[in-house]
Nanobody, 114 residues
């Protein structure tokens, strides 16, 4: 059973930066496309960024140019570098596989103050 552990969230002022990490146990990580999702209170979980097993990336329009997803397959870890943060980025952030997702982790809270 693969376990996902997200970390790196926190409270930051608008314009600030955070780097999220998602560590995955299990041997199938490196062959799966992975994504970062977020869920704000009262909203549905939404996909923010994806990265293929080979490193091809996609982004939600509202985060393009501000967020960067990357992965280190040797460490079974996916990262999300978030710059120029806005209050509307406030949410719990999760990572998971795009296809055949694993059990969801606990997520990491990101709070951006005005």
């Amino acid at each position: 059973q693969v376990q996902l552990v997200e970390s790196g969230g926190g409270l930051v002022q608008a314009g600030g930066s955070l780097r999220l990490s998602c560590a995955a146990s299990g041997s199938t990580f490196s062959i799966k496309a992975m994504g970062w999702y977020r869920q704000a209170p009262g909203n549905r979980r939404e996909l923010v960024a994806t990265i293929s097993s080979r490193g091809t990336t996609t982004y939600k329009d509202s985060v393009k140019g501000r967020f960067t997803i990357s992965r280190d397959n040797a460490k079974n870890t996916v990262y999300l570098q978030m710059n120029s943060l806005k209050p509307e980025d406030t949410a719990v952030y999760y990572c998971n596989a795009i296809m055949a997702p694993y059990k969801w982790g606990q997520g990491t809270q990101v709070t951006v103050s005005p």
